[in-house]
């Protein structure tokens, strides 16, 4: 039986957004890539009625696992520009790793499928579990991270800002460019990542105990 659709409203995630997006905070939007995204989204495009993971041909950086139903697919971390994919290769493994154990933590008893890297985004039909996956936003040193939740099938991401200073659309629609929808405030080193996502995991563990 299919799972009903994400809760997109939590009030801690409408809570934190409007606080993020605090009147006179400098803000900037950053780099879209979307070139290479919309190339696997083509290739992933084999058959629309296709249910077997062997007849769905995946792109670059498409998962090639669904998932199950009622399961959960956590996702290799979206890292932005894409040149910072071998820098941030540390950084993106320990907050995809994180987020495992804190998925492991509040569904023990549902699969967990964890996607190895460059495994980003779910086929253009959907995964049949819940996706769970991290934006990484990168400036020179300097970067902020976004974990994003999405139901299973076409469904809206959700949003929840983890590290930095940001501002982020409350959902954003199945496979648009997550960074579109992202306007950056204070930053923090990379190196320092794993560390000060510490600060609000109380509050990502609250959000993603939503997840049906």
Known sequence: MRMPRLKLLRA???LA???FHAPGCATTTPPQE?????????SAEE??????????VAGEFVSKSRG????????YPRIIPS???????????ALQARLGKLLADAYPERPLDVRP?????????????ASVGVLIIVQDTQCVAVVSVTAPGVAEHALMPWAGTVSVALSVPFREPLESYVKIGDMVPCSQLADVTLDREERIREALEDIR
Do not use: F, M, W, Y
């Not at 979307?34 to 083509?42: F, I, L, Y």
């Not at 890297?117 to 579990?129: F, Q, S």
């Open 68 to 75: 199950v139903e009622d399961g959960l697919l956590l996702l």
């Open 34 to 42: 979307t070139k290479t995204e919309q190339g696997a989204a083509t």
């Open 12 to 14: 801690s995630a409408l």
């Open 17 to 19: 957004a409007l606080l």
């Open 83 to 93: 040149a910072e994919t071998t820098a941030q290769r540390g950084p993106a493994l």
């Open 47 to 56: 058959d629309p009625e296709a249910t077997t993971q062997t007849r769905l």
């Open 117 to 129: 890297e460059g495994e980003r985004v779910c086929i253009k039909t959907g995964c049949l579990a």
